[in-house]
């Protein structure tokens, strides 16, 4: 764009034209009203990749190329062009129009990117969505594994020949590399290639830099080492967790990484090592020849009731125990659960009434859970001490320990019940969520507006018999407000206080003084209704995310009980 283009823009496309500058790499939702609107190539991109209708902006010589999704169909869009590999940097309102003073203030609340992705649309609910980020040098490599959908963060130091593998077997759904390591013949480009990463995003080399990485850890975490990790001289694996908590930092400016609550090292002694080859023809988890997911030996194994346990089930596969104590563990604990039909068969229905309660926090963390997803939460804990109960009757060990480590969060669910109601709406804004008594103010408010309409009838009839007009009524549109309609029969009755407002074929709308200040009062107590439910709803969202490592652990217990 030429100087005197810029020059002749509109507040709100300078307004558009910086922050596209900081966001060069993405595509730009850029909030205007009820769109998302996008404009020069990021327009030509979406309506070809979307199918959207590209019009201008403007007419003449040099017309703006605009397409635009309306803002509550925007996770079908995000889901498309996600599943395409692109990046979105969502640039929403900041201030309410009505308030503000010149242009509205708008800011990048998040980049939605293959790799951090939280919609549920945009997610399978039986497999974890990883951001890599990896890092080789001539002796070691080091991948850092996140799902910001559940919170799970684990780094693994690897030979640099096993790194593809370990990498296939995760297929991650994006791969963070340093910008010069990945130049074309480079041992980390040739350790990716033809293997199941994602897409690739290049970063500066600093990014992976292991000593900015590891203050950045350690800030993460709050400790003063990171020994507690196992991961003193792994340099590689420092560098590839610091890019990746960075890159996440990024992408969600306004929440973060408050989620990530533990990093562990994953040893690969520990379990054996599934080259691509093995994986591949052991059919695991993707048939040899394309066909469904039946088809593979997940796919004939996988009957577990939560999303938890069906991600958990495929890592199992993928990364079978090599030592046989724990093998036997397990082996005990299905025994025993094949033996006990009815107990088993109690313990998958409880299983079956519980939501995904990580893919649950991470949006309450990052402040896009809704009012529904917080009952689901709270029926869900429900659930937790018949499970618990059921799992302490088994005398197997790990059925045992893992019933006896389940928190129940009796005290997460009665704080969200005590506030919403038993079937909240999914929308935030439009009210009808919080319990009558729970805020005194919201319960007078509600009279007020209730009530309304008995005084609305009562004043009807008040005018009725005083003006010896029958047919007189009340009505009420978004231009006039509350209004009394007499026909054009009775208009040598109108009393002399009403005021003339809208005159129709048949009839004429009049307002009093009495009227529109009744409809003052109860117009603003239903706005302020709204106001008032939207702020109590996010001070609970808020209480809930204390609980999130809580949470997090009981539903790590239940996804092993579930496998």
């Not at 397409?67 to 309410?96: M, S, T």
């Amino acid at each position: 764009m030429s100087k005197q283009d810029a020059d002749s823009l509109t507040p709100a496309m300078r307004q558009w034209r910086e922050t596209k500058d900081a966001y060069p790499d993405t595509i730009l939702f850029f909030r205007m009203g009820d769109f998302y609107e996008m404009f020069y190539e990021d327009a030509k991109v979406c309506a070809e990749l979307c199918n959207l209708t590209l019009t201008s902006r403007s007419k003449g010589d040099n017309p703006v190329p605009m397409a635009g999704v309306p803002h509550h169909a925007c996770e079908r869009y995000l889901k498309e062009l996600i599943g395409l590999g692109q990046k979105v940097a969502i640039c929403d309102q900041l201030e309410d129009p009505a308030t503000a003073k010149g242009v509205v203030k708008r800011g990048v609340t998040r980049v939605v990117t293959p790799g951090t992705v939280l919609e549920d649309s945009c997610l399978q609910s039986h497999s974890n969505n990883f951001l890599a980020a990896v890092m080789m040098d001539a002796k070691e490599s080091g991948l850092a594994c996140v799902d910001l959908s559940t919170g799970e963060f684990f780094v693994s130091v690897l030979d640099p020949e096993t790194l593809g593998d370990e990498l296939e077997r995760l297929s991650p759904a994006e791969t963070l590399v340093p910008h010069a390591a990945y130049a074309e013949g480079k041992p980390l480009n040739q350790a990716l290639q033809y293997r199941a990463v994602g897409v690739v995003t290049k970063r500066d080399d600093y990014f992976f830099d292991h000593r900015l990485s590891e203050s950045f850890i350690k800030e993460q975490f709050g400790v003063a080492t990171l020994d507690g990790f196992g991961l003193t001289g792994a340099t590689c694996a420092i560098g590839a967790a610091g890019a990746a908590l960075e890159y996440i930092k990024e992408t969600q400016p306004q929440t973060g990484l408050k989620h990530i609550s533990s990093l562990r090292r994953v040893e690969r002694s520990e379990h054996l090592i599934l080259d691509r080859t093995t994986q591949r023809n052991l059919e695991l988890t993707h048939p040899l020849m394309e066909g469904n997911r039946g088809n593979t030996l997940l796919g004939v194994l996988d009957r577990t009731r939560t999303g938890p346990g069906g991600r958990l089930l495929k890592n199992w596969l993928l990364r079978p125990l090599a030592a046989v104590a724990p093998i036997q563990e397990r082996q005990a604990a299905v025994f025993e659960l094949m033996e006990n039909h009815s107990p088993r068969a109690e313990l998958r229905e409880l299983l079956g009434g519980v939501a995904d309660m990580e893919r649950i926090m991470a949006r309450v963390i990052t402040a896009r859970a809704n009012a529904r997803d917080l009952s689901a939460l709270a029926g869900s804990i429900r659930m937790l001490p018949g499970i618990a109960q059921l799992g302490r009757d088994f005398s197997a060990p790990l059925l045992s320990q893992l019933s006896a480590g389940i928190d129940l969060l009796e005290d997460v669910a009665e704080i969200i019940e005590r506030a919403l109601v038993e079937e909240p709406p999914v929308i935030l804004r439009e009210g009808r969520m919080i319990r009558e008594g729970f805020n005194a103010e919201l319960d007078e408010l509600r009279a007020i507006a209730h009530g309304g309409k008995d005084w609305m009838a009562r004043f009807q009839a008040t005018e009725q018999e005083r003006s010896g007009i029958p047919s007189l009524k009340i009505g009420f549109n978004k231009v006039f407000g509350y209004y009394l309609e007499i026909t054009n029969v009775h208009k040598d009755k109108v009393p002399e206080n009403y005021e003339r407002k809208q005159t129709l074929v048949n009839a004429e709308r009049y307002i009093t003084p009495e009227l529109k200040e009744y409809e003052s009062k109860v117009l603003g107590a239903e706005e302020r209704i709204f106001s008032l439910e939207y702020e109590l709803f996010v001070e609970l969202r808020e209480a809930v995310a204390q609980q999130v490592e809580r949470v997090q652990q009981a539903a790590r217990e239940l996804a092993a009980l579930d496998v």
